[in-house]
């Protein structure tokens, strides 16, 4: 499916809880919906412009089918659906005794629940990583969770009417034998697997985990996309479906000054956007609006726009000003 409007389509995640690198989460002063809504309108800009609000939902081995499913993070992600803004909803596959039917059931009781207000459904969150239980690749037959989920989604969306819902998977960067985890969804799920797919998303955080100096930040971020395009969807089919970039942040804390924060969102979406058109990019989405601690000095609690009482940094009003200029 192509998008119906010229320009990136852009994104955040506007809740304040964060997973961290040991498989927990960093958390702390509760989102105030008040001041998320002010804020996503001012990222927004004109009411009615195309933009995501990424929410995550997760099914596990206690998920209750047959009743409504709560948005994980933010609480009620729903009611941020407005002035034409709409959900990027993450469906987590977290089962360890691999319940694959039952998160079928729980992907098309979503679609359900909110497929009238959602843009773009994510089946599975990361599942290449294994090594931390927040990640759904820690979970047994992820590959059959993804190609199944991705098929009852596309169905589900069909039998209702929603024709303008997206559906999808991401991952991490993948290197050398790593990329065969794409591949190897192609092989287990087919030619129709590719069929059901509208795009795929990528989450990557260039000069986060591993440092890059500024001055070659553009070039290694242009580097990893073309890579991701060349590399890892080619071979495995994908080459011609869109790339969107489903999560992306610079955090703040000690050593990681606020203008560098700015820096960098501008240095990674003005290569998003240079380079949209020829490795078909199709968005950019932030990871995230707020801090989940502006308190906490570690890597994970401080990767907010604002700080965790909605304070604007530099990067805020950057933001804005990129999605005006960039997206329709």
């Known amino acids: 499916m192509t998008l119906t409007h010229d320009g990136l389509l852009f994104g955040i995640y506007p809740g304040g ?30 009411p009615g412009r195309p933009f995501l609000v990424r929410a995550y939902a997760g099914f596990d081995d206690t998920t209750r089918l047959g009743e409504p499913h709560a948005t994980m993070a933010p609480a009620a992600a729903a009611q941020y659906a407005t002035r034409g803004r709409r959900l990027d909803l993450v469906a987590q596959y977290r089962s360890p005794a691999g319940d694959v039917d039952g998160y079928c059931d729980f992907l098309r009781e979503l679609v359900e629940q909110y497929g009238s207000v959602t843009s773009t459904l994510q089946v599975t969150e990361e599942p290449n990583v294994t090594s931390t239980p927040t990640l759904d690749g820690y979970y047994p037959v992820v590959h059959e969770a993804i190609v199944r989920g ?51 998303g990528l989450d990557f955080f260039p000069d986060v985990f591993q440092p890059v100096r500024a001055s070659d930040l553009a070039h290694a971020v242009e580097g990893l996309l073309r890579h991701h395009r060349d590399s890892v969807l080619a071979p495995s089919g994908m080459g011609h479906l869109p790339l969107h970039i489903t999560e992306h942040g610079w955090p703040t804390g000690p050593g990681r000054h606020p ?41 994970f609690h401080q990767f907010g726009l604002t700080t965790d009482d909605y304070s604007p940094k530099p990067a805020f009003d950057t933001m804005t000003t990129l999605v005006e200029r960039f997206s329709s």
Do not use: C, M, W
């Not at 989460?25 to 998320?36: H, I, N, S, W």
């Not at 969306?157 to 991401?170: K, P, T, W």
């Open 17 to 46: 809880v964060a997973g961290d690198d040991s498989g927990g989460l960093a958390g702390g002063p509760p989102d105030d919906p008040a001041l998320v809504t002010r804020a996503l309108d001012r990222l927004q800009g004109r």
């Open 150 to 200: 991705v098929r009852v989604v596309k169905a589900r969306a069909r039998e209702l009417g929603y024709a303008d819902l997206r559906v999808g998977f991401n991952t991490t960067p993948l290197f050398g034998p790593a990329t065969s985890f794409v591949t190897d969804l192609t092989s287990l799920g087919g030619a129709a697997f590719i069929t059901d797919l509208d795009y795929v």
């Open 259 to 299: 203008q560098r924060q700015a820096d960098v969102v501008e240095t990674v979406v003005n290569v998003i956007a240079a380079q949209s058109k020829q490795l078909h990019l199709s968005g950019y989405t932030h990871f995230a609006l707020r801090d989940a601690d502006s308190a906490e000095t570690g890597l």
